[in-house]
Every structure is written in C-alpha cells, then in structure tokens.
C-alpha cells in the first residue's frame, strides 16, 4: 500500500506543475510546504505515543482507558490547534508579504486544524495494529489530491487548488474518525494537562526528531519566498525536492525496515555482525544511488521538457546536485537505524539539528543569487554535515562502511563522466545508460564489490528471516 503513492506522485508531477505553470505552481508548492512545516510543529509525537501506550492499556484488557487516552489526546490537540491557528493567523497576516499570500490564508489555517485532528485517529489506529488503514493514507492523500487539484484549479483558479488540500484532508479526517469514533467520549474530550504530560515527554524526542527533519525537508520553498520572493524559483525547487525525497524515501525504507534485524543482533551481543550489515547496508545503498545519479545525468535533461514542460528545463541542474546529496544521505539514513536499535534517539536529533542549522546558513547567501539551485547547493551541503555528524557518533559503524562504498561511487564517477559527455539525444542516452549499468555492475561483481550471498541475506533480512 506505501509503494501504491509512487504512481499516483508521478502523474501529479507530470501533470500539474505543467498545468498551473510555473507561477503559479510555485504559490501552490509554497502553500504546501508552510501547511507541512506547521503540521510538524503540532504532531507532538501523537504516533510513537499511541506506538506504547494502547498496547499497554490492550494488555490491561483497560477498554475504558483507551477511550479515555483517545479523547483526552484529542481533545488537548483541539485546544492546542485553536491557540496555534489563532496565533498563525495574526503572524501570518502581519507577515504576508514577506511569506503568504493573503488568499492563502484561510484555506491554510482550516487544512491545519483537520490534519491534525485526522493525525490523532491515525495515531490511535496505529496504536491498535490497524496496518491496512495506516498504510493506505499516503495513497489515498496522493490519489485525491490530483483529482481534486486538477478540478478544482479547472474551475476555480488557483484559490481551487488551494481548497483541494481542505477537501483531501476532510475525507481522510472523516474516513479516520469514523473508524475511530467507538473509542471517542465526549466526557473525555476536556483537556487534563496532568494526564498528558507525561505522555508528551515520552514522544518528545521522537516528535523532535521528525518535527526537524519535516522543518529540513520542507523549508526551502519559504526560504526562497523569504529571500527572493520568486514563485518560479519555488516552483524549480520544489520539482527537485519532491524526485529527491522520493529518491531517499525508497533507500529510507529499505534501511529501517532492517532495524528489527540489528535489534535482535545487538541483543544478542553480536555488534560485530551490525557493522558487517551496516557495511553492506551503505554500500549497496551508495549503488543505487549512483543508479539513480546516472539515470538522472543521462536522460533528465531530455525527458523533463516532456514530461512536465520546457518551462521547468531548469530543475536539471537543482535535481543533479540534490541528488549528490542522495550519497551521504545514505549514512544519515545508517544512523537512524542505528539509533533506533541502539534506543539513542538524541543522537539522531543532534544530527538533524546541525542539518538544519548548516542549511540555513548555507542558503543565507546561496538562494539569493542562484534561486532554486542555491537552495539545492545548501540542501547538499547540510546532507554532508548531516552525515558527517552521524560518522562522528558511530565511527565504529561507518568507517567499516567507507572502503566499498567509496570503491562503488569512484568506479560510478569514472564510468559515467565519458557517458555524460558523448550523451546526446533520448535514443543515444539510454543506450549510455543500459551500458553504464552493465558494465558498472560488471565491475562490481569482478571486484567483489557485490556479494550474491549478501544480496540473499540482504533480501532474506528484509523478510525478517535472517540468521
């Protein structure tokens, strides 16, 4: 059901920003991005709490305190989303030259408030073990939302692509709350700060943790708006995120889904067989990545005029150095698993707040002169901090990791710089790239790079039926 979203996101790539165009496509990427970056601050780790606590309220055979747990969370979001919607709506008016339109005012502050009531039902059903109707939200988030922003830009303009987000996240909030509404009560609704506290502090790492990493993936498209104020440059750059995030969050996926594996490892006590998965974790990961670099190289500049549309030829260069950033990516990604068997959350957390840092900094000087590729220059650059704060912390792991996976990017580098000159059109292109891949997987398996027993393991470790 997770994978089912990736079709859905490539025809909304392909078929709105040609659509809405440029200009206008950036205000829409712009209003997005803020209803995200908001949405993070209000989560409050509500899906890592439910994680732990309705299983042990299950365990009591305590219907009544899930009830009790659904309602009084609920309700304290209600009034905590009433406060913060109040207080956005005074800064963001006060502000909105300088970050929102005015026209996106309203439809903003209602898609907050219903996301985050349909964020507390998914945490409740997450909690229960409901895995179907947990895995099927981002298909069908992606699946309407191309629906509705494709009819409602048709007839209403922009402020109907705007109103699309109020209409998607009322049909999920509804399909969520009504599976959820026998373990709401009205009795419970009033919020208790004494019965949430400590349930917050359990989730505050972990809300923490993604909270930064929603502000890291997020931000460029209001840094752009802040210190340029181009909507194409928006446009540009929120093209090149959303291939690079869906990039990484296939590697991410294949990376955490081994966590349990180094969890049962490491209590075992054999840390000596979670360096050789981490090993072989980063550097078949760095594969892949140099796949995906090359693929985008060979043939990104042809396909994306027409695919999407000559006016976005310019996310060529903002994708190529996005995509770079896929590399170290891999050892931030290492990290997190890591942190999750190793229970050291603030590890993790620390990592992401020199990313954070370090691309704020770095875009202070970048996107004002170079738009949407100075914003994927400081996207880049942070993702290399990022990793190198996390090779600092568990230097045991991923100095293991750096010989074969420094093998695998050279011989990519050195196989693909002859591709990439004497590329040319779409025929010749794809040819360079069948070859690149051949022979760049030739080499790997003559040098030993590649492992058919590891790949086993790999794919056997993935099922959770390692040994």
């Avoid at 509500?46 to 609920?74: F, N």
């Avoid at 009795?187 to 505050?204: F, H, I, K």
Wanted: proline share 4%.
């Amino acid at each position: 059901l997770r994978i089912a979203q990736y079709p859905f996101m490539a025809l909304f790539a392909f078929l709105v920003p040609r659509m809405l165009g440029p200009e206008i496509y950036g205000r829409y990427a712009l209003f997005v991005s803020v209803v995200g970056l908001t949405a993070s601050f209000l989560d409050l780790g509500i899906t890592e709490i439910s994680a732990r606590r309705i299983p042990e309220l299950q365990a009591e055979g305590s219907h009544e305190g899930i009830i009790t747990y659904y309602s009084r969370m609920l309700g304290f979001k209600l009034t905590l989303d009433v406060a913060v919607v109040a207080l956005a709506a005074m800064v963001l008016f006060f502000l909105r030259p300088l970050s929102v339109p005015r026209q996106m005012l309203v439809p903003l502050l209602i898609v907050i408030v219903i996301s985050d009531v349909s964020a507390a039902a998914y945490g409740l059903m997450f909690g229960l073990n409901n895995v179907s109707l947990c895995s099927a939200r981002d298909p069908l988030r992606r699946a309407i939302s191309l629906v509705t922003v494709i009819v409602g830009y048709s007839w209403f303009g922009l402020l109907g692509a705007l109103y699309s987000a109020v209409i998607v996240e009322t049909l999920l909030a509804g399909l969520y709350v009504g599976f959820t509404r026998r373990w709401l009560s009205a009795r419970w609704l009033a919020p208790q700060w004494r019965y949430v506290a400590p349930l917050l502090r359990y989730g505050a790492l972990f809300y923490l943790s993604w909270g930064i990493t929603n502000v890291w993936q997020r931000l460029g498209n209001s840094l752009i708006g802040l210190l340029q104020g181009d909507f194409r440059q928006i446009a540009l750059f929120d093209l090149s995120n959303q291939i690079f995030l869906t990039a990484i969050g296939f590697t991410s996926f294949l990376i955490t889904a081994l966590a349990p594996v180094f969890t049962r490892l490491r209590l075992d006590g054999k840390d000596g067989k979670v360096v050789d998965w981490s090993r072989r974790i980063v550097t078949y990961n760095l594969m892949l990545c140099a796949a995906g670099a090359a693929a985008w190289l060979l043939l990104g500049d042809t396909l994306v005029p027409w695919l999407i549309g000559p006016q976005y030829r310019g996310i060529y260069g903002s994708v190529a150095l996005l995509l770079c950033g896929a590399f170290p990516m891999a050892i931030v990604q290492l990290g997190l698993a890591l942190a999750m068997a190793y229970a050291q959350p603030i590890r993790y957390l620390t990592s992401l707040c020199i990313a954070v840092v370090t691309f704020i900094v770095a875009s202070l000087p970048l996107i004002p002169r170079f738009g949407a590729l100075g914003c994927a220059a400081a996207t880049l650059i942070s993702c290399i901090c990022c990793a190198v704060a996390v090779g600092i912390q568990y230097p045991r792991f991923v100095a293991h990791s750096l010989g074969p996976g420094l093998r695998a990017i050279i011989v990519a580098g050195v196989l693909l710089l002859p591709c990439w000159i004497y590329r040319g059109g779409g025929l010749r292109s794809c040819l360079l790239l069948v070859a690149f891949l051949i022979i760049y997987s030739s080499v790997l398996l003559l040098t030993r790079v590649i492992d058919r027993e590891e790949l086993r393991q790999a794919w056997a470790a993935l099922r959770h039926r390692a040994d």
